[in-house]
Each structure stands twice: as structure tokens, then as C-alpha cells.
């Protein structure tokens, strides 16, 4: 996040908060040590359940089938699987009108990675969503949960040594989910069960919440509110202005807007 009007909070000139999401394995291995060697602190937003169930997050479950097997493929088998699911009696939307409803515009993805996305990340109910994952990923994946979870993501002392050596760490859910696609009960248990996580890592008088996915809504921000969050970042792709912006909805730049990836910095 780089950010705008820096003299309103004594920040220096060109300010930038460096933040990585989901907690994966390679910000210690390699973010961890430039930054230490730089006398840069990172900010580091984990997800809960991959450290405390050994589970692989939907998101990265769905990365690992999109980047196995070609998406025109896992798009017939999920309609396969919903058809299999109506014919038991689930009531489900066609998969016509499911693919009209979950496919848009996106920066990055074709058509059909964002409905398989989109689909599997929130478009159905969650109980048919993880049967449906948990299906493609054991035809296609067939690799065990812990072996992978305990290969991709932090652990907890690695965790604990960043912290040590003045990294800082935020919430970024227990789950994963789309906060603003679920239940208030739903979305306030998750941000609950992380905080309470992560007790001794995150001070819960003044943490800073990283929605996932970018989804967030005023129900969350003002439950995050009454929990001493003082900061909310999303993915809304923009130069952050700290004197003007909601700093509960605060803007950040990807790194895929920077070389080699693109040149989409320049814009902003
Ligand atoms: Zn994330």
C-alpha cells in the first residue's frame, strides 16, 4: 500500500506499508529475510485454519485445481456434480443460470475461472460448495490436506519469530470466507475464533483487519469496529489517501500491477 498525504500522520516522504496475505510458507523463507536484512517491517495477514486444523483454505484449493486442470474440464465436472446433487433432490439454480449469474468482469481471469472462482468461493451454499471442492480436489489432487497445509503455510513458530524480529501481524479471517457473502453470525464467529487464534501474536486492543478476497460490508466493519480494529485494508487497487480515505476501507496497489506482470502502477 503506498500512500498519499504522508505529513498528516509524520510519515516520511513516499510512504508504503508492504502487506502479504494468507500466510504462506514463502514469507519466511524469502520475504522475511530482505526485509530483516533491510530493517523493513512487513505486515502479515494469516488465516487461522490451515495453523490450527492443518486444512488447505478453499482459495488455494481451488488455485492448485485451476492451475492442475484446464478449466473448460473443471467447469463440466462441476455441472456434473450439481446435476448429480439435483437428481438427489438438492435444490439448485440450472447450471445455465448459475453460469450467467457468476461470471463478470476481472482484471485477470477468463470467463470461466472467474465462474468456477466465484462459484466454489461463495456461489453456493457452503456445505454443497465444500462437497463439490472436496470432490474435485480428491479426483484431481488426491495429495493429503495436512501434507499440503503443513508444506504451504506458516507455522506457528515461524510465526512467533517474525513476530520476535518486529514483523507485525493482522486478521485476515479464520476461514477465508467472503465476510460479506455470509451471516452476521457466521461472519462475527469467524473474525472471533481468529482472534482468539491468535492471542499473544495480535494485540485485540488495536489490530488491523485485511478482508479476504477484499469483501467486507458495514455490518463487518462495524462489528470490527466494536473489537478495537483500527484499520481495514481491501483490494480495491488505488494509491491510498490516509487524510481522506475510510480508513476502514483502505485501498492497496497488487504486486501484479508492477513488473514483469504489468505496468498498471504507473496509472495510479
Ligand atoms: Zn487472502
Given at each position: ?35 530483516k ?5 512487513g ?6 485454519k490451515?495453523?490450527?486444523?492443518n ?18 474440464v ?35 481471469d ?16 457452503a ?17 493429503s ?10 507455522n ?27 451471516s ?18 495480535i ?32 483490494t ?11 480508513l ?20 495510479f
Amino acid at each position: 500500500m503506498k500512500i498519499k498525504n504522508q505529513n498528516y500522520y509524520g510519515l516520511p516522504e513516499n510512504a508504503a506499508l508492504l502487506t502479504f496475505d494468507d500466510g504462506y510458507v514463502d514469507h519466511y523463507t524469502n520475504v522475511f529475510p530482505i526485509l530483516k536484512n533491510r530493517g523493513i517491517q512487513g505486515s502479515f495477514f494469516v488465516s487461522a485454519k490451515p495453523l490450527a486444523e492443518n486444512k488447505v483454505l478453499d482459495v488455494n484449493k481451488i488455485h492448485y485445481l485451476l492451475a492442475t486442470v484446464d478449466s473448460s474440464v473443471l467447469v463440466d465436472n462441476i455441472f456434473l456434480i450439481l446435476n448429480r446433487y439435483r437428481y438427489q433432490g438438492e435444490l439448485i439454480e440450472s447450471n445455465e443460470e448459475l453460469y450467467n449469474k457468476f461470471t463478470g468482469k476481472s482484471r485477470f481471469d477468463t470467463q470461466e475461472v472467474i465462474f468456477i472462482k466465484s462459484l466454489l468461493q461463495y456461489g453456493l451454499d457452503a456445505g454443497l460448495r465444500d462437497l463439490v471442492i472436496q470432490e474435485l480436489f480428491h479426483k484431481y489432487i488426491d495429495v493429503s490436506e495436512e501434507l499440503l497445509s503443513k508444506e504451504w503455510y506458516l507455522n506457528w513458530e515461524q510465526i512467533c519469530c517474525m513476530k520476535s524480529a518486529g514483523m507485525f501481524f493482522g486478521l485476515h479471517g479464520y476461514e477465508h470466507f467472503w465476510l460479506s457473502e455470509v451471516s452476521n453470525g457466521i461472519m462475527e464467529k469467524d473474525i472471533e475464533c481468529a482472534l482468539d487464534y491468535f492471542d499473544g501474536i495480535i494485540d485485540r486492543s488495536c489490530w488491523v483487519m485485511n478482508y479476504p478476497y477484499g469483501s467486507y460490508n458495514n455490518e463487518v466493519i462495524s462489528f470490527i469496529k466494536a473489537q478495537n480494529c483500527k484499520l481495514g485494508l481491501t483490494t480495491e487497487v488505488r494509491v491510498a489517501d490516509i487524510s481522506n480515505d475510510d480508513l476502514f476501507e483502505l485501498p492497496r496497489l497488487d504486486t501484479n500491477d508492477f513488473p514483469p506482470k504489468s505496468k498498471n502502477y504507473k496509472k495510479f
